[in-house]
């Protein structure tokens, strides 16, 4: 288990101390993180312990426990996933009683929802749909935009939804921490059952979450290690409250017990070349070495500021084709855009010029975000492949699922291995004959309970998650986004497969993504970063959240880069957004165009 890692991974994985490791891209962060965790599950010695890993997205959880699969490590006492699910699972279920606001029950509101109330609030306080409301709150229950007028409206949003007995992921966190300390029992509680947090991208945690973690391993004492890995210089959420706290501002938090720093050098992914592009944009003097095998290959690092916006899908036809031709797969080349709303309209023009290539663009998908959600989880289960290759996450899923079932319905179903085995057959055999999507999960959803001889209607919880989980689904549909879109239930199992094409998504969305090519446009200042999350702050702000921006996107490519900061793209009031400042003045030697072989 311990094979292929180099020295500072390898010291990484075996300490036994608290630890902060800072690793630059492409070092081997998620390498070294799932090592350490299979290492540390290996050497348990109690039964009633757990392990505890926070990423940023459930992608990336689901992703560690994908390669402890492939390392045949048994995980029934790791708990992976995001700070949100976390909190859901360990402190607001089992202990909403705690928690005035909560007692009567509550639903948490899907992404969508959340969107259009937000969006209903703009329209009444005319602020353009465009500009981004934080609607998270810190230790002390305050809002934190830039802009007070923004708070006022979040403040609004959450008064709205609690009146209907309903809580969004930021209200879910504070009031997790609020019930910590309040309550003793509960802090006691956490702090005996797990033995170990580690935190991936720690540069992105908020405050709260910071509070969160703090108020149990500060409980825990040397009884649970804290074991957080992430880049200070890839800290892109810094407008949502994201923040790379120093060492010792993270010992203040756990109670003031050491914290040993380690730090993870070298990059595996890209060549030198690609590295010293994207070191324009690092805020530290520290060396980045190429250690892969194609450290010193040239391949093609391009900057266009000429093509007009509208000729841009021509462009990237031509790339995505040279590539493909050249034998780059097509999931091994990515197009990164600015924002979530520049995705559907490329990915579109792109699959009409190039209609034999798959493209993967995850903005697409007919399923709510909401992945707490009893009826998400059903899904994955009816979407996905039934192969060897998905079996252990299969099982894996299913048994999380009963969990929740078991939550819901008081403990009726069994979770022991044979019982897994059972209700996964059962899913299985249930294979409705419809072809609409929607239709067709209805009515699997509907056999798999009739199968467990449950009354969906008992379970008030689970029907109101059916009726948002449903709803979102429909909500997409009919939005201007999903004109085109198929809704056929083939469409819907595509979502579960791994991606074999092209990929478009934002610089957000393509964190932790390695590619052969990538195609990044939008390079304008007020895209990148976006105009809202760095207006009226300082020059400093404004630049380091651009430099992390260019850092991200650089880093992704092991080989090719294809940078455009593209003409004609104008702002409402007639102003013509520019380069980036920070690439415009980037010391770089670019090639001619992709075609020029070298
Ligand atoms: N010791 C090693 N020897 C060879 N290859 C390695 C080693 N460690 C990591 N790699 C490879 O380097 C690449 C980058 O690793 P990984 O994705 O874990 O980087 P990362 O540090 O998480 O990057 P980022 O911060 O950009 O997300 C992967 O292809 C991985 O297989």
Not at 316 to 328: E, Q, Y
Request: with cysteine.
């Amino acid at each position: 288990m311990l094979d292929g890692l180099n020295s500072n991974q390898l010291d990484a994985v075996t300490t036994d101390k608290n630890a902060l490791v800072i690793a630059c891209p492409g070092s081997g962060k998620t390498r070294v993180l799932t090592r350490k965790i299979a290492y540390e599950l290996e050497r348990f010695d109690s039964k009633k312990k757990f392990i505890v890993a926070l990423t940023y997205t459930n992608r990336a959880a689901e992703e560690i426990q994908r390669r402890l699969d492939d390392l045949g490590i048994p995980q029934e006492q790791l708990w992976a996933g995001t700070i949100h699910s976390f909190c859901y699972q360990w402190i607001i279920k089992p202990y909403s009683a705690y928690e005035p606001a909560l007692v009567n029950g509550f639903s948490i509101i899907d992404d969508n929802k959340k969107r259009k109330i937000l969006n209903e609030l703009k329209k009444k306080h005319s602020i353009p749909f465009f500009s981004d409301i934080n609607t998270g709150l810190d230790r002390n229950a305050n809002y934190m935009n830039a802009d007070p007028y923004n708070n006022a409206i979040a403040k609004e949003f959450h008064e709205s939804i609690l009146e209907n007995k309903e809580i969004d992921f930021d209200l879910l966190l504070y009031y997790s921490y609020k019930m910590l300390i309040n309550n003793k029992k509960i802090r006691s509680h956490l702090a005996n059952i797990f033995s170990h947090i580690f935190v991936d991208e720690f540069q992105d945690t908020q405050d709260l979450q910071y509070a969160i973690i703090g108020q149990v391993l500060t409980v825990a004492g040397d009884k649970c290690k804290l074991f957080l890995v992430g880049d200070p210089d890839q800290a892109i959420y810094g407008s949502l409250g994201g923040t790379p706290k120093s060492l010792y501002e993270i010992q203040e938090e756990i109670g003031n017990q050491d914290i040993v720093f380690k730090e993870i050098p070298g990059n595996y992914r890209s060549t030198q070349r690609i590295v010293d592009f994207f070191r324009n944009f690092q805020s530290t003097e520290v060396n980045i070495e190429a250690l892969g095998q194609r450290a010193n290959e040239h391949g093609y690092i391009t900057l266009d500021t000429t093509t007009n916006k509208d000729n841009l899908y021509k462009e990237f036809a031509d790339i995505i084709t040279h590539n493909i031709k050249k034998g780059v797969k097509p999931s091994e080349i990515c197009i990164i855009a600015p924002q979530w709303y520049f995705l559907t309209p490329l990915a579109q023009k792109l699959k009409s010029v190039l209609p034999d290539i798959p493209f993967d663009a995850p903005g697409v998908s007919p399923l709510p975000t909401n992945r707490e959600s009893f009826w998400w989880k059903l899904s994955r289960l009816f979407l996905s492949e039934i192969t060897p290759k998905t079996s252990m996450s299969r099982f894996r899923w299913m048994s999380h699922l009963i969990n929740d079932l078991n939550g819901y319905t008081n403990g009726s179903l069994g979770n022991e291995y044979i019982d897994c085995r059972r209700y996964l057959k059962i899913i299985n055999s249930i294979k409705p004959n419809e072809s609409n999507g929607i239709l067709y999960l209805e009515k699997a959803f509907k056999a798999f309970f009739n199968k467990l001889e449950l009354d969906l209607n008992d379970y008030y919880v689970l029907v109101e998650q059916w009726d948002i989980f449903f709803d979102g689904i429909r909500t997409r549909y009919e939005s201007t986004d999903f004109i085109g879109t198929p809704d056929d239930i083939q469409y819907f199992k595509n979502i579960f497969k791994p991606s074999t094409g092209v990929v478009i998504n934002t610089c957000y969305g393509v964190k932790g993504e390695e590619f052969e090519t990538v195609i990044a446009f939008g390079l304008l200042w007020g895209y990148i970063p976006h105009w809202s999350s760095i207006r009226n702050q300082p020059n400093y702000i404004t630049e380091s959240a651009s430099n992390k921006l260019l850092y991200v996107i650089g880093s992704r490519a092991k080989k090719n880069l294809h940078l455009f900061a593209e003409k004609g793209r104008k702002a409402n009031s007639g102003y013509a957004y520019q380069t980036n400042h920070q690439l415009a003045q980037a010391k770089f030697e670019y090639d001619g165009t992709y075609y020029q072989e070298k």
